[in-house]
């Protein structure tokens, strides 16, 4: 059993959700955007990411994410800072003194998972965590219809990051409807079929990141949190 399973099954991953990359067409070629991705990233390779907005997965039971693609991130090596069953409607941060958000539901994120556990507790809860890289541990893909078409995105991603942060990430399918985690094998027969999902030939991407404007990129991914 891996261990990012092994987190799982104890209660201690959590999912970030991040946008979906897009396709656009740069100079003639067509490739995916994968700026919100680097910004992150950015962030958290300066220790400056934190206070976010992440949903807490709980083993069997089909916890709700906020949207359709992420990344893992294990509770033990992140800061939690607050945990709410529900959107807490969380802004600013620990760090600068103005976090606010709707009253925490727990003191600690074991007594958010075993309630989630116990109760069957579906919708999606917040969890606000500060995120330092080592804490990072997959990248995921919620099942759905369109599942394959947002696996060709997450190539992208994957290579993006790894030429960022020198990390080749694995990929993870998380069911929702059932809360059932499992890595993907990326076989060259799964590459064929999630090739023919679009017409993009290759995993091109491009972003407007730029640790030469680091601040810049801080106040870039505000809107996004």
């Known amino acids: 059993m891996s261990y990012v399973t092994n987190k799982y099954n104890e209660g201690k991953l959590i999912i970030r959700a991040v946008d979906l990359p897009m396709l656009h067409k740069v100079n003639d070629e067509v490739k995916y955007d994968c700026s919100v991705w680097t910004t992150e990233f950015d962030m958290i390779m300066h220790d400056e990411f934190e206070s976010v907005s992440s949903t807490l997965l709980v083993p069997n039971v089909g916890v709700k994410t906020y949207k359709s693609v992420g990344f893992l991130v294990d509770s033990d090596l992140a800061t939690i800072?607050?945990?709410?069953?529900?959107?807490?409607?969380?802004?600013?941060?620990?760090?600068?003194?103005?976090?606010?958000?709707?009253?925490s539901d727990f003191e600690t994120l074991q007594q958010a998972a075993d309630y989630i556990k116990n109760n069957n507790y579906t919708p999606m809860n917040e969890v606000n965590i500060s995120i330092p890289l080592n804490s990072v541990v997959g990248l995921v893909v919620i099942k759905c219809n369109n599942e394959l078409k947002h696996l060709k995105a997450m190539l992208a991603v994957r290579k993006c990051l790894y030429e960022l942060t020198g990390i080749e990430?694995?990929?993870?399918?998380?069911?929702?409807?059932?809360?059932?985690?499992?890595?993907?094998?990326?076989?060259?027969?799964?590459?064929?079929?999630?090739?023919?999902?679009t017409d993009v030939n290759k995993y091109d991407y491009y972003t407007n990141y730029s640790d030469e404007i680091y601040e810049g990129s801080i106040n870039n991914v505000i809107k996004h949190l």
């Not at 800072?81 to 009253?103: E, R, W």
């Not at 399918?173 to 076989?187: N, Q, V």
């Open 81 to 103: 800072q607050h945990v709410a069953l529900t959107d807490s409607v969380s802004s600013g941060s620990f760090k600068n003194g103005d976090f606010h958000a709707a009253h």
């Open 169 to 197: 990430f694995a990929i993870f399918e998380y069911d929702s409807s059932c809360g059932i985690l499992k890595e993907l094998a990326l076989t060259d027969e799964l590459i064929e079929t999630i090739n023919s999902a």
